[in-house]
Structures are given as structure tokens and as C-alpha cells.
């Protein structure tokens, strides 16, 4: 069964994907968004994570990049069913309880609606910034992780002794509403699929190409099973660009257009590879016309995935 969600427009703006619409837009079209994705069948809204942006980077990645724990639970009041998911969290730039405090009051507030996605980051002059070793952020997600299971869990007093963290006799109310908060580990490096395989609930590959995700795949589900881990793993992927129907325009090369059927079919082969959630992204020039290729998606190639 293949499920699909989106990451939130507006709430990062880099130029890789941003749409020109976007920088006039704000909550209000947050809103309308979620609200449509709830129902047209989305399983998931995402929000991705920075706290600052050096100059250096601005002008392709913007400095546009709205807290993921304001804005899903913004987001989170305005609808009842879908799922929240932070992709990705840079976890590694707080201490473990800090995170599990806001996380957990978002669960909590959302009647447990929230996933976790997670990873490593990749911007320099932020760790430094904020005191955290860049060098070993790879190191600090792998404890932190662990952290977080405890924090996260159903003990009001978590306890944790690592090389980098401990607590214990420290409690945090409210817990949240899911008995276990589902750890999502974001990235395709070597280093990611292999924490994602040992230490998450699922996996959010960074854009890997058709031909290569396979490959992945087989290698994240190798490595979990080596480790006799029988838990089951959501394993997900982002698709191309996406035009319901004949945009009458040009939307970029990879972008895959056409009637439902065909693109359903096209994407059943994620399905095919071992991919349980597509992240879907579509060509737009407004919110009316976004919201328009949602529903069409919803009401006419989602029911054709699986």
C-alpha cells in the first residue's frame, strides 16, 4: 500500500523547488494548503528545518525557512486527520530534551499526528553558530537518537547516559499522545542509510534518481535484517515534479505530465521497488492552481497507486 504526502509550500523557499508565487505568500496560504490536503486524501504535511542561513548561501537556498514545530502546530489546529512530519528536523542543533519538549507537545496537541523526520544537516556556519561541533554531527544524530527514543517515550521521568547526553530524574509533561513517536531518518549517504536501517522507523531518501533507489533500498532492508531487527520500515521517496493533466506551458524537463492513468503508472513503480510513501510535488503558478492539481491528484491518480 502506497501512501502519499507533500512538503508545505512557502515555509522554505529555495530556489531548487521554490515556485515564483510563493514569496508573496504566508499563513493564510498555509492554510488553504493543509486544509486541501487533508481532504483530498494526503497522508502527510512536512515542514523543514533551519535556523539561519549564511550569506554565502542565500541566494540559493533563501533564507525563507519557517520553524517546523510553529508552523505544523499552526497547521495541526486547522485539521483533524493528517500527519505532521519534519523534514527534516536538524535534531543535532539542540540538546535532546529540548527537542523532545517541543515535539511532544506538538504530538500531544495534535491528538498524535506527529512524525518525526530527522537528519544530520549540512550547513556549517550554523553548528558553529550555535556552539555544535560540525565535524561530528553525524556522531550527535546517532546518540541523539537514542536520547530522543527515551525522551520521547511513555516515561514522564526518561532516562539516557550517552557519551554526549544524560538525564534522568528530570520529568516532562505532557508526553505525547502516540506511544511511540515514529522516527523517520532523513538522507542517502552511506552514513544515513545505514542509521536509518539500525535506528529509525523509517526512511526519507534525499531525491535519490529511480535507478539509483532501488540500489538503496536493497542495501537499507540488507543492513536492517543483518541486524535482526524485525520491526517493520516505512520506506519512502520523493517522486519528480508533477503536472496533472497538459499544463499548456513549460515546466521543466523531469517534470512527469499527462492524463492520471499514465502517471499513476508511472508511480506504482515506487510501489514496485519497495517505496510505502511518495512525497509529491507539483508545478504551480498560484495557490488556486496548486490546490487545483492536489485535488486532481487526489480524486484521480490516487486511486490508481496501488
Same mark, same amino acid.
Given at each position: 500500500?502506497? /501512501? ?18 510563493? $514569496?508573496?505568500? %504566508? ?12 481532504? @483530498? ?53 539542540? @540538546? ?14 495534535? %491528538?498524535?499526528?506527529?512524525?518525526? %523526520? ?18 561530528? #554531527? ?6 541523539? +537518537? ?8 511513555? !516515561? ?39 542509521? $536509518? ?14 535507478? #539509483? +533507489?532501488? !540500489? ?14 524485525? !520491526? ?18 513549460? /515546466?521543466?524537463?523531469? &517534470?512527469? &505530465? ?17 517505496? @510505502? ?21 487526489? &480524486? ?7
Amino acid at each position: 500500500m502506497v /501512501v502519499y504526502g507533500m512538503q508545505l509550500p512557502v515555509q522554505s523557499q529555495s530556489a531548487i523547488y521554490a515556485e515564483p508565487w510563493e $514569496a508573496t505568500a %504566508g499563513p493564510a496560504d498555509l492554510l488553504a494548503i493543509a486544509r486541501a490536503a487533508e481532504a @483530498h486524501g494526503f497522508d502527510y504535511l512536512a515542514s523543514c528545518d533551519h535556523v539561519a542561513i549564511p550569506r554565502r548561501l542565500a541566494e540559493g537556498m533563501s533564507t525563507v525557512w519557517y520553524d517546523p514545530v510553529a508552523t505544523l502546530s499552526f497547521l495541526a489546529a486547522a485539521t483533524e486527520r493528517i500527519r505532521l512530519l519534519s523534514h527534516v528536523a536538524v535534531v543535532g542543533l539542540r @540538546h535532546p530534551l529540548v527537542t523532545a519538549k517541543a515535539y511532544a507537545t506538538l504530538d500531544h496537541l495534535s %491528538g498524535g499526528r506527529l512524525v518525526l %523526520g530527522v537528519g544530520a544537516g549540512h550547513v556549517q556556519e550554523e553548528f558553529e553558530a550555535l556552539g555544535v561541533d560540525f565535524a561530528r #554531527r553525524g556522531a550527535v544524530l546517532d546518540e541523539t +537518537l537514542d536520547a530522543l527514543r527515551a525522551a520521547l517515550g511513555p !516515561e514522564e521521568y526518561p532516562e539516557h547516559s550517552g557519551e554526549l547526553f544524560a538525564f534522568k530524574e528530570l520529568g516532562q509533561l505532557p508526553r505525547p499522545a502516540q506511544e511511540r513517536v515514529p522516527l523517520w531518518v532523513g538522507g542517502s549517504s552511506p552514513a544515513a542509510v545505514r542509521r $536509518a536501517a539500525l535506528k529509525g522507523d523509517g526512511w526519507l531518501p534525499q531525491g535519490d534518481p529511480r535507478d #539509483r +533507489l532501488a !540500489e538503496q533500498i536493497v542495501r537499507l532492508l540488507r543492513l536492517r535484517d543483518e541486524a535482526g531487527i524485525a !520491526e517493520p520500515l516505512t520506506v519512502g521517496a520523493i517522486t519528480e515534479p508533477l503536472y496533472v493533466g497538459d499544463p499548456g506551458r513549460s /515546466v521543466g524537463r523531469r &517534470t512527469l &505530465t499527462g492524463p492520471p492513468e499514465e502517471l499513476a503508472a508511472s508511480l506504482r513503480a515506487y510501489g514496485e521497488m519497495g517505496v @510505502h510513501q511518495i512525497q509529491v510535488r507539483f508545478r504551480s503558478r498560484s495557490r488556486t492552481e496548486l490546490i487545483d492539481q492536489m485535488a486532481a491528484f487526489g &480524486t484521480e491518480v490516487a486511486p490508481h497507486l496501488n
